[in-house]
């Protein structure tokens, strides 16, 4: 036992020897760089004001190397150097254009300055030192001036240098003339095209064609060289300059196969829209706004410097998939205004889901705010990645709104553009062809910005006699400067139960309107207004009836489901499956992306859908079917599905403000009056529920106690209503359907309570 007490205190000593030692922390080399730059200025200072003997030692030393000549030059050099050393922690590129030809034009004038056109040759070098007058250009420039003297003789020398001389101020501007041609370009390019547009096309346009030129010294000649070799790849041939690029095309929905097209943003052959133009319509003539209305476009074109910093974290990315075992190699990037977006091809045998367990790392070590995988991109054998930029890049709406003027949809009075995808192209979604739309997404996320931004495209681009507006606003603040355009069937619907009345109008006159398509044999109303346009043609008068497109948008549409989820819901239902053909579209928007409010009936019937920020994945699935929308930035950020998409694309959102929408109101409004029509106007407020014609008055004095009941404690079940007023099971499971049907509680799920859905402050007029 003694023994092994003795072992074990050995060991615990051992153990406590062991752990005494600890590691002395280190000197970074940046420090140590930077340590080394101050005592070596504080040197070259002592050396220059000839400071004791230290200082008029050094001093000589300079002076034999450099001469008397040019020794100030040097000393600011040295100087420069150091300043450099001091901010960067590293030495200044010597191999660079810039510093080449600053040493060229340094050692030549030391070289010129010790011409004599007696002497030349190598001996000069022995008499310079033998002298001990170190005067001219030095040791230095008397080696440079004795080799090419003796070459060249000194004439030949002296002329030599000038060469060298004005090479070095080539090299050391070279940089600054291309930067100031690229500019010159731009600006020439920037009034060409103000010209092409005023003015019409050229037939021999193919003369014209400037050829590429290729850049001496590009500028990967000027940037530092990396410490590792990196692959070539389309980060070393990438192309600083915006203007260069070909146009993308944006996307659009094709009417036969509802798939994405690619079609170009091109403003060549397009006459140019003139908006001042009265438009003749059945009340007079009606002047389209113009987009001289909307705030004018400040040119937010990012610069290189975004550029750069995207070609940087391409290759980081590169090298920090390489540390976790994943070759890639980046492809292709695209500079969105928000988000850039890498695409990255992965090595045979590598696997999708590796990558997509790195997306916490790779977060980490990009420092970014969040990183949205797309694994794999739909029709390209890639896996991107979208990182946010660190300037974003505001998509103000007056610039869509004139490219869209430019594009084959403008035709289309439905069609509306959204924002820029990834790749900065427009995006335009035409409401005739989704032909529903779901909007979705958190408070602040841009919501309501994209709702005016759509209202606002139609007021812009459609006639009243083309086009309707329905506006349901519950909250009362969104939609009510909307209020007397001419556009309106109605006055801006806030009441929640008359809105359930409105939408059942709307669903009548879905049904009136394929009464007369059935009348006069025609499929939908494309055809039918074509039919009734020529047969008022032939007939001279209007005796058939031209139909407009009817869009209802309801902003909040949970506040509707609350106050009349059974009416809301069914009328939904009908208007979404059967309103396509007749020119009746909706777009529901909400704030509260749960099951309770998007129900399946709603999601299946409302194949298109935009998805804004969301708090959780849950969410996302909810709005999308799939994940994505809680990796969005906010503030008009959102995914965008529309029917036909395998998957959703992201789109930064068109920014309009108040200001904007209320000039482009009251220029709508001073053209013409609204005409608002009686039954939309006059519609009644919408029966809660089916079940209400089972039960008799005497049951409808208990429903209404056991409604104010239910709304007050907040909980409501068979058992408790039991209790409290006294009456048999049939009728409180009765009444327990009754609320529920008319939307007051919710259903049974499973041992849960059932969740009451109006709040008690909510229902004061209730009583």
């Known amino acids: 036992m003694a023994a092994k007490k003795k072992t074990n205190a050995r060991r615990k000593s051992n153990k406590k020897k062991t752990t005494k030692k600890k590691a002395q922390p280190m000197l970074s080399a940046s420090l140590k760089l930077r340590l080394t730059a101050l005592i070596l200025g504080f040197l070259t200072v002592v050396a220059y004001l000839k400071l004791g003997i ?86 230095i420039g008397y080696i440079f001036y004795g080799i090419f003297s003796a070459l060249f003789a000194p ?24 930067k100031y041609k690229e500019y010159s370009e731009r ?24 050829k590429k030129e290729r850049v001496l010294f590009p500028d990967r000649a000027f940037e530092e060289k990396e410490e590792k070799p990196v692959k070539e790849s389309v980060m070393d041939a990438f192309i600083f300059d915006e203007e260069e690029k070909e146009e993308k095309p944006a996307l659009e929905f094709d009417e036969p196969s509802m798939r994405l097209d690619i079609k170009d943003d091109v403003k060549k052959e397009e006459k140019p829209i003139i908006h001042n133009e009265p438009v003749k319509t059945k009340k007079g003539d009606y002047q389209l706004p113009s987009y001289k209305l ?106 869509i709104f004139q490219q869209s003027m430019h594009d084959k949809s403008w035709e289309n009075k439905t ?67 909307y209020n007397g355009v001419p556009h309106l069937l109605a006055p801006v ?15 009548s006159e879905m049904e009136r309107r394929y009464e007369v398509f059935a009348a006069n044999n025609k499929r939908n109303m494309a055809s039918y207004n074509k039919f009734a346009k020529e047969q008022n043609e032939a007939n001279g008068d209007d005796a058939m009836e031209v139909m407009p497109y009817i869009i209802v948008i309801l902003d909040e549409v949970a506040d509707l489901m609350m106050v009349a989820s059974k009416t809301v819901e069914d009328c939904i239902m009908r208007i979404s499956q059967m309103a396509r053909a007749a020119g009746i579209h909706m777009i529901v928007a909400t704030q509260r992306p749960s099951t309770d409010i998007i129900t399946g009936v709603i999601k299946a019937n409302i194949p298109s ?79 809660n529920g089916s079940s209400g014609s089972d039960s008799g008055d005497d049951l409808d004095e208990e429903y209404e106690e ?42 049974q799920m499973g041992s849960k309570p059932r969740e009451v859905y109006i709040k008690s402050y909510s229902e004061e007029d209730e009583n």
């Not at 020439?188 to 037939?203: C, D, H, Q, T």
């Not at 619907?493 to 669903?507: C, M, N, Y």
């Not at 969301?614 to 965008?640: C, P, Y």
């Open 609 to 687: 859908r935009i998805a804004f920020a969301v708090s959780s994945s849950i969410d996302s699935r909810t709005i999308l079917d799939t994940s994505g929308a809680e990796k969005l930035l906010g503030k008009g950020d959102m995914l965008f599905s529309p029917m036909g998409s395998s998957s959703p694309i992201r789109v930064q959102g068109a920014f309009v403000d108040d200001a904007e929408v209320a000039r482009v109101v009251d220029f709508v409004s001073n053209q013409m009056e609204a005409d608002y029509d009686d039954k939309y106007v006059n519609a009644k407020e919408a029966s």
């Open 415 to 481: 069609a509306v553009p959204l924002g820029k995808d990834v790749s900065g192209q427009l995006i335009v979604a035409e409401l005739n062809k989704l032909p529903h739309l779901l909007v979705a997404g958190a408070t602040g996320s841009g919501k309501s910005v994209c709702i005016n931004s759509i209202i606002t495209s139609i007021l812009m681009k459609a006639t009243p006699d083309e086009v309707k507006l329905i506006l349901v606003d519950p909250k009362k603040v969104e939609l009510s400067n």
């Open 155 to 178: 004439t030949g020398a002296l002329w030599a240098g000038i060469l060298f001389i004005m090479i070095g101020l080539v090299l050391s501007t070279l940089k600054l003339f291309f």
């Open 187 to 210: 600006e020439s390019e920037i009034m060409e095209e103000e010209e092409e547009e005023s003015a019409p096309g050229k037939f021999f346009d193919f003369l014209h064609r400037e």
């Open 706 to 747: 056991c409604r104010a009941f239910v709304i007050q404690m907040q909980k409501a079940s068979t058992s408790l209503l039991q209790r409290k007023f006294r009456i048999g099971y049939n009728k409180a499971a009765r009444i327990i359907d009754e609320l529920e049907a008319n939307g007051v509680i919710g259903p």
């Open 294 to 399: 909307l705030n004018p476009v400040k040119n937010q074109k990012q610069g290189n410097d975004e550029m750069r910093n995207a070609k940087i974290v391409g290759k980081n990315l590169e090298e920090l998939l390489k540390q976790f075992g994943v070759n890639v190699h980046v492809e292709d990037l695209m500079i969105g205004p928000t988000v850039t977006k890498y695409e990255l091809k992965l090595e045979i045998g590598t696997r999708v889901n590796k990558i997509l367990s790195l997306q916490d790392d790779i977060q980490l070590a990009l420092a970014a705010k969040d990183i949205r995988i797309e694994a794999p991109i739909p029709g390209k054998p890639y896996v991107g990645i979208e990182v946010p930029n660190k300037n974003a890049a505001m998509v103000p709406y007056n610039e």
């Open 54 to 139: 230290i200082g008029v030692l050094l001093h000589s030393v300079f002076a034999f190397f450099f001469g008397n000549v040019l020794i100030a030059t040097a000393y600011i050099l040295i100087l420069l150097i150091l300043l450099y050393l001091l901010i960067n922690a590293r030495l200044p590129k010597m191999s660079s254009p810039e510093a080449v030809g600053i040493m060229m034009i340094f050692f030549s004038s030391l070289m010129i300055s010790c011409y004599g056109k007696n002497d030349q040759g190598i001996k000069l070098i022995m008499t310079y030192l033998q002298s001990g007058h170190y005067i001219r250009g030095g040791f």
């Open 493 to 507: 619907v806030t009441d929640p139960k008359k809105a359930a009345g409105v939408l059942q109008e709307v669903v």
